[in-house]
């Protein structure tokens, strides 16, 4: 089975003033076949913990480790972070304009599979995958992003989770800029991704409405660039209910 694990993990955001500390000490470890949420208001860093996983060169760590089945992620290349079985779909994902969506996927696969697909099954493949997300056939032939909307953004990172079937996804405000359907349909494909009971999902929100669609092993409170609370999911319903100040408040007493 296998395990990501965030070890007192500190990240500093390269800024125009110089360095400054975002993550605080982030422990943290998710084990193949349970969804993890990560919850916290604006600002607290959750963005920065999925780029400092992902190797975002404007992001340093300063002290800690992940580890991927006992692996320094951190070592790694992006690249090989894929390999190893990392999948890290960002809150802005990046336009890549003259590459179509069909060859994206076809060269992602072949990174992380270590072979092209073959031609003939991977058109049905990814034909199959579309559909399942409600996605029109010609998407396709679009470049990466250029002029999608938030949603179909966010069918592509879904569709690329299917495709790619990483050991683990770190997916960041997946629900954001989703209307209820749009909602419906990337929740369940993420679902279908963690359905067969072998990967792990580190799903991080600021709001509790994806989770009525995609139902989390664990909860965690983020504030001030660190995990402050951890519950099973009725931490989410009672952040629903009160939201985060008390969390807020005694993390700034803290400091
Ligand atoms: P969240 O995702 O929880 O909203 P972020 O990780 O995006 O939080 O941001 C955490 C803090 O780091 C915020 O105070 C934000 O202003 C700061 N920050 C993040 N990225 C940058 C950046 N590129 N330059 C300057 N400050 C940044
Ligand atoms: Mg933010
Ligand atoms: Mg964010």
Redesign the pocket.
Known sequence: MSTLEIKDLHAS?E?EDGP?E?LRGVNLTVRAGETHAIM?P???????LAYAVAGHP?YQVTSGEVLLDGENVLEMEVDERARAGLFLAMQYPVEVPGVSMANFLRSAATAVRGEAPKLRTWVKEVKDAMADLDISSEFADRSVNEGFSGGEKKRHEVLQLGLLNPKFAVLDETDSGLDVDALRVVSEGVNRYRASGETGVLLITHYTRILNHITPDRVHVFAGGRIVESGGPELADELERNGYQRFVQAEQKAL
């Open positions: 955001v800024t400054k975002i916290g604006n600002g607290s860093g959750k963005s920065t404007k």
